[in-house]
Every structure is written in structure tokens, then in C-alpha cells.
């Protein structure tokens, strides 16, 4: 696997998600990826900026979706919505990681136009039982460049 295969971004809501996303980050840290965490790796400059760039500048994008973590996305200043859209945008590949409590149908009504392709993402359930199952699905299945249909 080349370099820049191995490099991800990862992306959540903090105030649901925190705790999930380090974990993630800690373990694809572990089995050699080169990994965005904003708390560990932003540190001086314009948060914005650095945040957008690493987005470019990663094969990978992986959303921790856990209950909750959409609602504001109907604002267009909402980070995680930035983020999405951002990674829409670049056609990274996008692997949703499905906390337990989460729900696309519950949460649907939350994703404005820019982002409502979100829930056609392929992505991983994760229960905290099965977490590291979970993650070795998602370094030896997920986090690889994307199959492209071929075009008719």
C-alpha cells in the first residue's frame, strides 16, 4: 500500500463523538496510518485553513457518526457539515463509521441538499464489544482507493 493510501482524516462531532474518534485515530495510528485528528495535530495557524487542506491532502476520510452528530448540519457555518461537504467536494473516499445509536432515518432530516447523498455511503455498524473486528474491517476492507463503476 502506497503512502498516501495509508493517510486518513478523521471526522466527528466532538460533542458526541470525542471519545469514539480518538479511539479510531489511536488504533489506525497503531497499525501504521498517518492520521488527522484536529485536538492532536492542528497547532498554530488559521484552524480553518489547516482543517480544509488536510481534507485535500488525505485519501481517506472517515466519518464517526454516532447519535446525534448531524443535527446542526442545516447550518452552513456547521464544521462537520464543512468537513462533509469538503470531502463530497474532493471525492475522498468517505467511510461512515455507524456508532451503535445511530440512525440515518432518524437523523435524515438534519442533511441539507449539499450533503444528502451521505447515507449512499457503504460504512461501518461499530458496537463497542466488537470494536477492534470493527476496525480491522475497516484498515483491510474500507481503507482502500474506492471501486469506480464503470461508466456506460
Not at 502506497?2 to 488504533?27: G, M, P
Not at 447550518?75 to 440515518?104: M, Q, Y
Request: proline fraction near 3%; glycine fraction near 4%.
Amino acid at each position: 500500500m502506497r503512502d498516501a493510501e495509508k493517510s486518513v482524516f478523521i471526522s466527528y462531532r466532538r460533542s458526541v463523538s470525542r471519545h469514539l474518534a480518538r479511539s479510531i485515530a489511536l488504533d489506525l495510528r497503531a497499525h501504521g496510518y498517518d492520521v488527522f485528528f484536529d485536538v492532536d495535530t492542528v497547532d498554530s495557524g488559521e484552524f480553518d485553513r489547516i482543517v480544509l487542506q488536510q481534507i485535500a491532502r488525505r485519501t481517506h476520510f472517515v466519518l464517526v457518526l454516532s447519535h446525534g452528530a448531524l443535527e446542526r448540519c442545516a447550518d452552513e457555518g456547521d464544521w462537520l457539515r464543512r468537513e462533509i461537504e469538503t470531502a463530497l467536494h474532493l471525492k475522498r473516499n468517505i467511510v461512515p463509521v455507524f456508532e451503535a445509536n445511530f440512525s440515518f432515518s432518524a437523523e435524515a432530516r438534519h442533511l441539507p441538499e449539499s450533503i444528502r447523498d451521505l447515507p449512499r455511503f457503504n460504512g461501518i455498524p461499530l458496537y463497542h464489544f466488537y470494536f477492534d473486528a470493527a476496525m480491522e474491517t475497516l484498515r483491510n476492507r474500507f481503507l482502500k482507493e474506492p471501486e469506480h463503476a464503470e461508466e456506460s
